[in-house]
């Protein structure tokens, strides 16, 4: 497994240190590096990586802001000489936290927890893909949609709405967005909004931007635009 990487630091030296360590390190790909987390924020928006290593203390944006608007895109590994963000760099899902000066073995140790994450993920991701239809609670009974009938899934505060290309009403569940998604193969399913999941291969019109089944016109957000986006250029 390649994990490629970035760097954010605003001590060359620390970006220094950190690229000759990537550069020994087999299973890393540096992608770039930064003194500057704004400027960062552009450039991972066009160069989507797997590993960040983000120090803490920098001037404008910190790096514990910059990884909470940096979400779920890429995984986390704190750099910095200030011990005391150690248990807030875990509340932000931090996979490590290296103290400065960081040495080579423990940059390695840090490593390694990355690729673990991203073998157990593919693992359980696989599992996903190879799914052919799923049990959803409604009516206090099971029912089993086969998940190539799925056109979209609607959110409605603690229910879902799943609509099927063979039931004229959806289907009531109570759970949550997020269940839904988790739930959902990635491979096939694409949240396009707080309220939607649906399906790409069964995308068929997109007008001004929204995503039309039937009569139904599905808004895709500014948060989901860029994945949104990039979809689309793989198919045109």
Known sequence: MI?????ID??????????????????????GSCTNAVTALADLSERPVDLLFLDIQMPELNGLEFSK??????RIIFTTAFEQYAVDSYRVNALDYLLKPIDYPDFLNACEKACQWYEL???????????KSIFIKTDYKLVQIELKKILYV?????YVK??????????????????????????????VHRSYIVQKEKIRVIDRGRIVFDKTYIPVSDSYKQVFQTFLDKRS
């Open 3 to 7: 994990l490629n990487c970035y760097i």
């Open 10 to 31: 605003d001590e060359p030296l620390a970006i220094r240190l950190l690229e000759s360590y990537v550069d020994k390190t087999p299973f890393l790909r540096l992608q």
């Open 69 to 74: 608007i940096i979400g779920d895109r890429c």
């Open 121 to 131: 993920t593919d693992n359980t991701t696989r599992k996903k893909d190879e799914l």
């Open 154 to 158: 609607e959110g409605l505060k603690d």
């Open 162 to 191: 799943i609509y099927t290309e063979d039931t004229a009403r959806p289907i009531l569940s109570l759970m949550s967005m997020k269940s839904m998604e988790e739930l959902l193969p990635t491979s096939r399913f694409m949240r």
